[in-house]
């Protein structure tokens, strides 16, 4: 809901704004895509190798965490692109509060940082329950289910920040 309200927000003043600027987004945006939708990937083959694991096949599964691991480093990764676009855009001269289109920029990309770092919270309480053979398939579930809507939340904000910035 708050992404929807930013959402209407951001329509609503650009559309009522005479001092609205466009600006070019930052290129390592699209590759922060690939590495989210990767995470994704990854993530799904941790979710097979984890039920073969619980299913009684451990000797014939690597072992299930790895791929978890792997999905984390990923979305650490995401977040340090967005450092990196936020970096971008400030040699740029564009701030916070420098205008209007710079404000929604930030505001929308650092929220959504903020989940996709709740989200890695999550995988992190997924691995330990997975290292203390606690983990019950829910929790990975519930895990997943949070990070892909993540994965599809981002590019509904990509494709909102390219058609309105």
Same mark, same amino acid.
Request: proline letters at 2%.
């Given at each position: ?17 005479? /001092? %609205?600027? =466009? ?8 590759? !922060? ?8 990937? =990854? ?6 190798? +984890? ?46 509060? =420098? !205008? ?10 650092? =929220?959504?940082?903020?989940? +996709? ?23 990975? /579930?519930?895990?997943?289910?949070? %990070?892909?809507?993540? /994965? ?14």
């Amino acid at each position: 809901m708050m992404f929807a309200a930013f959402s209407s927000a951001l329509i609503v003043r650009k559309g009522s704004s005479l /001092d %609205w600027q =466009t600006f070019t987004l930052p290129s390592i945006l699209y590759f !922060n895509t690939l590495i989210l939708l990767a995470s994704s990937v =990854t993530l799904e083959v941790s979710r097979r190798r +984890v039920a073969a694991f619980m299913g009684g096949l451990k000797s014939q599964v690597e072992s299930p965490a790895r791929w978890l691991y792997i999905t984390l480093f990923l979305g650490l990764l995401f977040v340090a692109g967005q450092y990196a676009a936020w970096s971008q855009l400030r040699t740029e001269g564009l701030y916070l509060a =420098t !205008n209007p289109s710079s404000s929604f920029f930030y505001v929308l990309t650092a =929220t959504h940082a903020l989940h +996709v770092l709740g989200g890695l919270g999550g995988l992190v309480y997924v691995i330990r329950k997975l290292s203390k053979s606690a983990l019950r398939r829910s929790q990975l /579930d519930a895990a997943a289910r949070y %990070w892909h809507f993540m /994965d599809v939340l981002w590019l509904y904000l990509l494709c909102l920040l390219w058609m309105k910035l």
